[in-house]
């Protein structure tokens, strides 16, 4: 199913279309983006374990071949039991989508690849703001052009300053925390990462629409694990010596989160567009790291720049939603 246009030309002196209000697969837009926030605390988990089991592996791209054949395992177990996926597969194979638009899982790779090579560069701080950056752009641009199943977004004053202060509330909660070598391109990577999901989220969402969320999700995996599985062969994970493997069960539950949190992003894109649902989700995360520091033996506790950061953030999901006038293009010259 083709983005809805919403705010195309209608023609001389006409007032532009605007986009039809979504309905995110049923569930009203606080609903959704909701469900977002709960996926942003399956992703601080997610990033908890994953990082905890590439520490113990020695080699982090492990952790990504395991995060991402776990969810394709469930992408197949998902195939023989639930008639929406393979209904909504079958319903894509008749939409006739553009090649392109399967492309999502690509952004998603990115990230988790990226993650792992430039994290412990730049720090864990750098990278998340960088990351948030990049996706706040790329939200910003992507609803703009209409990739999301929500239509054309217009460009207006609440949005930017949803996104700015996403980004701040971000920079906020990282106080305290290391920071590594400031090299400028693994910086501009780590943006161009952000902006990778912020595709990512439009992309599934416009898979989802034509098929089914479920549908959605099997698109991801089949798209990612491949490229996560070809990163790990080049870089030499899959053909060292063998690994001592952990005994902890939750060590490899990435799989399983990952599903939710894909599963989470499809619906949210649906409602709300691809800039406030990745603001939820950011949220989600925050809010799901001060768990995590209060809850964990041995972790820092509850830190108050966190909690108020996950707090900005919300209010830029807020702020983003508001009514605004589009930014006028400029006059040309007679």
């Known amino acids: 199913m083709p983005a809805q246009r919403g705010s195309g030309s209608a023609g001389a002196g006409a007032a532009p279309a605007r986009a039809a209000p979504a309905t995110g697969g049923g569930l009203p837009v606080w609903a959704a983006l909701a469900l977002v926030a709960l996926a942003g605390v399956a992703s601080a988990a997610q990033g908890a ?18 995060n991402n054949l776990g969810g394709t395992l469930l992408v197949a177990l998902g195939l023989a039991v639930l008639p929406s996926m393979r209904a909504g597969l079958a319903a894509l194979r008749r939409a006739r ?67 700015l202060l996403g980004v701040a509330a971000v920079a906020l909660a990282q106080v305290g925390q ?43 995996f089949v798209v990612s694990t491949p490229v996560v599985l070809i990163v790990a062969s080049v870089a030499g994970a899959l053909a060292g010596p063998p690994v001592a493997w952990p005994d902890a069960w939750y060590l490899y539950t990435g799989g ?27 949220a989600g995360q925050l809010g799901g790291a001060l768990l995590l520091d209060a809850l964990l033996p041995g972790g820092p506790g509850a830190r108050p720049a966190v909690l108020v950061g996950a707090g900005l953030t919300l209010l830029a999901v807020v702020v983003a939603g508001r009514r605004g006038r589009p930014r006028a293009a400029p006059a040309r010259r007679r």
């Not at 939710?260 to 709300?272: D, E």
């Open 97 to 163: 989508l553009p090649w392109w638009s399967y492309l999502g899982g690509l952004g998603g790779a990115a990230i988790v690849v990226l993650g792992a090579y430039v994290v412990p560069v730049l720090g864990v701080a750098v990278f998340t703001i960088a990351q948030v950056a990049g996706g706040s752009v790329g939200g910003l641009a992507v609803d703009r052009a209409g990739l999301a199943p929500v239509g054309r977004l217009p460009l207006t004053g609440p949005r930017i300053a949803g996104g």
């Open 256 to 282: 399983l989160l990952g599903v939710g949190i894909v599963a989470g992003l499809v619906v949210g894109v649906r409602s709300a567009g691809v800039l406030r649902t990745g603001l939820a989700l950011v």
């Open 49 to 66: 374990a994953n990082g905890e089991l590439g520490v113990r592996l020695g080699e982090p791209t492990l952790a990504a071949v395991v």
């Open 178 to 220: 290391p920071v590594g070598e400031l090299a400028v391109g693994l910086v501009l990577l780590a943006v161009a990462g952000g902006v990778g999901v912020s595709l990512q989220s439009a992309l599934n969402g416009r898979v989802s629409a034509a098929g089914s969320a479920a549908a959605g999700v099997a698109v991801n």
